[in-house]
């Protein structure tokens, strides 16, 4: 068959390298893709939020399956697009509704939501520019450090989490009265802070079933230690050591299987993966958030070490017959380090030249921001690439990665070397 995966970054790239294995693809075309995802495929370059030009490209290429990678066409409506179009309804589309991407599209949703279905989560409570002031006063009963959540899409930077009170109350008049983060701010969730460790764990559900994948941690810090100012991630180790069965075995029943029955019990169309940030705290999981697609760089460690053939999973999630497929997962550690331009995640320069990507051995390595000048590879954005690395142990997978990082050139280039310190 042919296959249409959207997106651009690291995690695109991962789900074309784990498709083109498959024996059951014809042909690969990833819309707009980047250097890496060149060589495993037709890259296509559209705007993903055009649906109308999605469209063309898929009756035109007699595409029959469409891997959604990132969250903004899904909360758009790319799935309700394709399945109220009779030319298109019976593509396969791997992403949920509309309504049900409002788990991630909504701040406010996915607290209701949670509420609703008893899922363990923060306090919290919700506001906006006429009741400001109740913001203040709740803010004022809860303990520092102070989480402020905008509603909406913020690209990733809708979250603050602040020390002080004071700062807290004026964070939350910039985002509530002056539209720190536009749009996406007009409402804001303030929630408790929850004091442990932090995890991912990911799940594929065809809406009635579900498979759960490997965990993960990534490392959204700038500086080493787990400081300075958030990125989209600098690394990411799988599985991680304290999710042991015991705790996954709580996350299966306390969360995954009352978000897939609610999603059930609310008529909320979900073929696709669910992403859960956990907080463990004191061995119990309790969620951060819903996010309606893989992570990044988290993709780049979980799919790697997923052995079963992709695209046979993702035909038995449009048939809805996932629970009649084979899950086999590698049990190797995956590491995986992003290296970033120089000056992200604040500003950067782009079009520097990347050599040494063929002298890499025993790494994967997948493209994030990079693109083809000529047959140069370049960097295109603040994440240029994630190198994975498998080994027994994180230790010795990190090893692998920082081996051949110490190859690769590009001007200005950055990168964490204390990627899963706290985990060793």
Request: proline share 4%; aromatic share 8%.
């Amino acid at each position: 068959m042919n296959i249409l995966v959207i997106g651009s970054g690291g995690r695109e790239h991962t789900f074309a390298y784990k498709i083109s294995q498959s024996s059951k693809v014809n042909q690969l075309f990833i819309a707009p893709g980047n250097a890496g995802t060149a060589s495993l495929g037709q890259n296509l370059a559209i705007d993903i939020s055009d649906f109308e030009a999605v469209k063309n490209v898929v009756l035109k290429n007699n595409i029959e399956m469409v891997v959604v990678g990132p969250e903004a066409p899904l909360v758009q409506g790319i799935y309700d697009y394709f399945k109220n179009d009779p030319e298109l309804q019976k593509v396969n589309v791997v992403g949920p509704s509309k309504d049900a991407a409002q788990l991630e599209g909504s701040k406010e949703f996915s607290k209701i939501f949670m509420e609703k279905y008893n899922i363990p989560t923060a306090r919290y409570q919700s506001f906006t520019k006429d009741t400001l002031h109740q913001g203040f006063e709740f803010l004022e009963t809860l303990d520092s450090p102070y989480v402020l959540k905008a509603d909406g899409l913020a690209a990733g930077k809708g979250v603050l989490i602040l020390d002080s009170l004071q700062e807290a109350k004026d964070e939350l008049q910039e985002m509530l009265e002056n539209a720190k983060f536009g749009n996406a701010s007009a409402t804001v969730v303030i929630e408790e802070f929850l004091k442990g460790i932090e995890l991912s764990v990911f799940v594929l559900t065809d809406g009635k079933n579900y498979k759960i994948l490997p965990s993960a941690k990534d490392y959204k810090r700038i500086g080493e230690g787990d400081v300075g100012l958030n990125t989209g991630g600098m690394g990411a180790i799988s599985p991680v050591p304290f999710a042991d069965q015991d705790f996954i075995d709580k996350v299966e029943s306390r969360i995954i299987i009352p978000t897939v029955r609610g999603l059930q019990n609310d008529g909320l169309d979900y073929k696709g993966f669910i992403f859960i940030g956990l907080m463990n705290v004191g061995g119990y999981p309790y969620v951060i958030e819903y996010n309606v697609r893989m992570g990044d760089p988290e993709t780049e460690v979980v799919l790697p070490r997923i052995e079963s053939d992709l695209v046979e999973i993702f035909d038995a999630v449009g048939t809805q017959s996932l629970d009649q497929k084979d899950f086999i997962v590698s049990d190797k550690t995956a590491t995986t380090v992003m290296l970033v331009s120089g000056g992200y995640p604040e500003s950067y320069e782009k079009g520097k030249l990347i050599s040494g990507l063929e002298v890499v051995k025993d790494s994967l390595v997948f493209h994030a921001g990079t693109k083809l000048d000529g047959e140069d590879v370049v960097t295109s954005g603040g994440r240029v690439m994630a190198i994975t690395s498998f080994g027994e142990t994180i230790e010795e997978a990190l090893a692998k990665s920082y081996d051949n990082i110490a190859n690769i050139r590009f001007d200005k280039m950055n990168y964490r070397r204390d990627i899963g310190f706290d985990l060793k």
